[in-house]
Each structure stands twice: as structure tokens, then as C-alpha cells.
């Protein structure tokens, strides 16, 4: 899907829960190093003081994040995932000593409803390592957090 249909009739709404779901630069592996899942790790912690934001659960695979966040400030969403996407990566540039795209430049979200269980979502963001066969069991997985679970 084309970037800018991404973004067609994106808004965000205060105290707003989304998924999200974003991808490394043409689905490179980059977070099979625990030293660069380990920069966007702590990111996560800095981009919610920063943004005035909880990501309530998320995963970060070898080559994509899924997160459940609530926007609580006044920051857009978009602001949010671009200030995560953005540190994130000139960190993990700055370690590797080399200059380059670390994420594509879009991301998927999609509003939760009242209706929607997050307690579910957060189980399906979380069980990513096991769908995708790296781990036998959640435990295994190093770099994940969920308030849910």
C-alpha cells in the first residue's frame, strides 16, 4: 500500500489507543543484534516522557515493531512514531558509525473501539516471536513489555 493512502484520513484523537506497526528500511534483520534492539528499547521509555504517551504493549522483531499505545498529550500520532522512528535511528546509525535508513518511511495504525479487548490485542503483539517461530514461549523473547500480561 502506497505511503500517502497510509496517511488518507489519519487523525488523532486525545487519549486515542492505536496499533501500530512499522518496518526496518526493505525488512532488514537489524534486531537479530541484541545491541540494536537494545537503542530502540530504552528509546520506547524516553518517547513516552517526551510525547506524552504510553505504548502499553509492543514487540520489537528482526525487522518490525507492533505497539499498542495511547496518545495522552497533545502530540499527534504521527509525531510520535516519526520522534520514535527518528531517535531510534540516528542512535543505531550513530553506534554503528554508519549513515542510513534504519525504518521505511510509513506506518500502519488502526484506532481501537471501546469494544476492542486489549487484553487481546496486547496477547497478539506479544505472541509475534512465537507466530513467527523464534521463540517456543513469550519468555524466550528478550525485547517486548506489556502492562496486560
Given at each position: 500500500m502506497?505511503?500517502?493512502d497510509?496517511?488518507?484520513?489519519?487523525?488523532?484523537?486525545?487519549?486515542?489507543?492505536?496499533?501500530?506497526?512499522?518496518?526496518?528500511?526493505?525488512?532488514?534483520?537489524?534486531?537479530?543484534?541484541?545491541?540494536?534492539a537494545?537503542?530502540v528499547?530504552?528509546?520506547?521509555?524516553?518517547?513516552?516522557?517526551?510525547?506524552?504517551?504510553?505504548?502499553?504493549t509492543?514487540?520489537?522483531?528482526?525487522d518490525?515493531?507492533?505497539?499498542?499505545?495511547?496518545?495522552?498529550?497533545?502530540?499527534?500520532?504521527?509525531?510520535?512514531v516519526?520522534?520514535?522512528?527518528?531517535?531510534?535511528?540516528?542512535?543505531?546509525?550513530?553506534?554503528?558509525g554508519q549513515?542510513?535508513?534504519v525504518?521505511?518511511?510509513?506506518?500502519?495504525?488502526?484506532?481501537?473501539?471501546t469494544?476492542?479487548?486489549?487484553?487481546?490485542?496486547?496477547?497478539?503483539?506479544?505472541?509475534?516471536?512465537?507466530?513467527?517461530?523464534?521463540?517456543?514461549?513469550?519468555?524466550?523473547y528478550?525485547?517486548?513489555?506489556?502492562?496486560?500480561?
Amino acid at each position: 500500500m502506497p505511503w500517502n493512502d497510509l496517511r488518507r484520513g489519519r487523525y488523532t484523537q486525545q487519549g486515542g489507543e492505536y496499533f501500530i506497526t512499522f518496518t526496518t528500511f526493505r525488512r532488514q534483520q537489524l534486531f537479530c543484534s541484541y545491541d540494536l534492539a537494545k537503542i530502540v528499547y530504552q528509546h520506547i521509555q524516553i518517547n513516552e516522557k517526551v510525547c506524552r504517551c504510553r505504548w502499553f504493549t509492543w514487540v520489537l522483531m528482526p525487522d518490525h515493531f507492533h505497539g499498542l499505545l495511547r496518545i495522552e498529550g497533545d502530540t499527534d500520532l504521527s509525531s510520535v512514531v516519526a520522534k520514535l522512528k527518528g531517535k531510534s535511528a540516528y542512535l543505531i546509525n550513530q553506534y554503528r558509525g554508519q549513515n542510513g535508513k534504519v525504518w521505511q518511511p510509513a506506518f500502519y495504525d488502526r484506532a481501537l473501539r471501546t469494544e476492542d479487548s486489549r487484553r487481546d490485542i496486547a496477547r497478539y503483539i506479544v505472541a509475534n516471536p512465537i507466530r513467527k517461530m523464534l521463540v517456543q514461549s513469550v519468555r524466550q523473547y528478550p525485547f517486548w513489555n506489556s502492562d496486560f500480561l
